[in-house]
């Protein structure tokens, strides 16, 4: 069943025929938001994301609360959550000593964050990119050798608001030191929003290039200039199988300044299913629950298909 | 030079080198807008686009003040218009009421709005498709009698909000007899945007293999459920040169009840030139143009590159 048979299901040759969604916005997009949401309502967000079929949804972090205020009761939630047989729920992972937490709580999947560029790995781990590859070395290893799952974010991938432009040859270079680490999966991060379909193709080629499987790569682009449903495509057509989205588009873009962040998951729902492949996530339950959570922080959707589902909801 | 060097430029194999934007702006933006603006708030918009480097700007319509108030001042506009050698400024005539008040008025080029749906023909044109045709086929030929560009709107060609799933044979039957009156370009319009690049695929294929010129057609996307620049992505790999665009995304979709409608020009522009595409048109000018336009309408630019780039102006 297409969830918009309305207008019709057309496949385009060259694109697989399901992808799976990394569905970020209980982290990635709720620790951008300023509102500080109750245990329980996180918890309630985690569940319908996944009853309305998700199968992966980065619940949580365990970064220091200083840093992010809006994740401080990771233990809470992970504890309160009524988890899924056959969903992951990766949590991000900073250090050895978020390992630890992890572990303690049954965490199954894990999340670590480097950067390609040494101006935001300064900024957001306060260490050099060599630095953090130590950090992550020990995590990423003993994570593994207890049987998880660990994704790894290759932050400014794409370009950097302070470096602007960043050599590709500087992102292949890191992106395969953390590989090397152990990684099971490398998302690409298009943290700024501003790259173009040509350079995500270039990437992924140089990528495959140097040795890491299409199939372990995954994109995660943010919509602040639109580009992200027309970079996802090409990705797509490259091989890519595993998308990021958050649902709603929750999450702005702190370094560009811009309420638009993430990629919506309702307008990469719009896409795919319109394009026949398979996603397993039900639109019309993804919407409801995002006007569901816009309600809790008090502000509209910024996802294109939820506006224009709810236009009395979201106006 | 790159409108964004910053982020540099990567080119993607199998796309054009140059795209000419057809700016939809004064007209199909503006006449979705509740807030009458003065004449000469239009001519300076209109001047500003040009100064930009748009080539193609649309500016007005005669169609009938009752219909659309906020080009009632048609005549005035066209008559204060500094206008530009090698710059098109296409007018919307309904009919040959309208021809003669543009040919009047020294108009060189024109647009025609048809429909692929019987529904809409009867809202938009009141008449039934084949009774628009009799209607536009006189208008088309007097025109091109006179030497003047005719270029025709396809509109609902991708789905349409009384009848849904609109059949790509009904929609490449209508566009073909559309090009038998002698049209000189086709515009296919998503008016509820809810297309996805299979679809936009299928469409050109059928147009192609119908004998349609790829060369003469052009696409019109709405960005109501974000998949504009995907679609334009799409048409662009099967060899479309021609995009419709609205500077800030200016114009609601009434159809969808939605305040996102037409593709905006700066998304456009960012996807374009971040692929080495020339366009011509300078994205500071356009931005400013914008945020200028925004001021006068009293609400935020839709765009995500206009609100990017200017996030106090838009916030």
Chains 1, 2 share one sequence.
């Not at 060599?130 to 991938?157: C, H, I």
Request: with cysteine; glycine share 10%; hydrophobic share 45%.
């Amino acid at each position: 069943m297409s969830p918009h048979p309305d207008y019709g299901v057309t496949p385009l040759e060259g694109l697989p025929s399901r992808v799976t969604i990394c569905e970020v916005g209980p982290r990635d997009g709720l620790q951008n938001e300023s509102a500080v949401l109750p245990v329980e309502v996180k918890a309630e967000f985690v569940e319908r994301l996944v009853d309305a079929g998700h199968t992966v949804v980065e619940t949580t972090s365990f970064v220091h609360p200083k840093w992010v205020p809006q994740l401080a009761d990771a233990a809470q939630l992970l504890e309160r959550l009524a988890t899924v047989d056959g969903v992951r729920y990766p949590v991000l992972v900073p250090n050895e000593r978020g390992l630890d937490r992890a572990l303690a709580l049954g965490v199954r999947d894990i999340a670590i964050f480097g950067s390609a560029t040494e101006s935001f790995a300064r900024r957001n781990l306060n260490r050099t990119v060599d630095e953090s590859l130590e950090m992550f070395a020990p995590v990423v290893d003993r994570a593994r050798g207890a049987g998880l799952g660990v994704r790894g974010y290759l932050s400014m991938a794409f370009g950097d608001p302070w470096e602007r432009e960043v050599p590709l040859a500087r992102v292949v270079d890191v992106a395969d030191r953390l590989m090397a680490l152990g990684l099971t999966e490398l998302s690409l991060g298009d943290t700024i929003g501003v790259a173009t379909p040509g350079r995500v193709v270039a990437l992924l080629d140089a990528l495959v290039d140097r040795g890491i499987p299409i199939n372990r790569i995954a994109v995660h682009f943010h919509d602040t200039y639109g580009q992200a449903l027309a970079n996802t495509l090409a990705a797509l057509r490259r091989g890519v199988t595993t998308v990021d989205a958050s649902a709603g588009g929750l999450g702005g873009c702190p370094y560009a300044e811009s309420a638009t962040g993430n990629l919506a998951t309702e307008d990469l729902l719009w896409q795919l299913h319109g394009l026949g492949i398979d996603t397993g996530v039900d639109l019309g339950k993804l919407v409801e629950t995002s006007v569901w959570m816009a309600q809790q922080l008090g502000r509209p959707s910024p996802s294109r298909t939820v506006t224009a589902l709810t236009p009395g909801a979201s106006a």
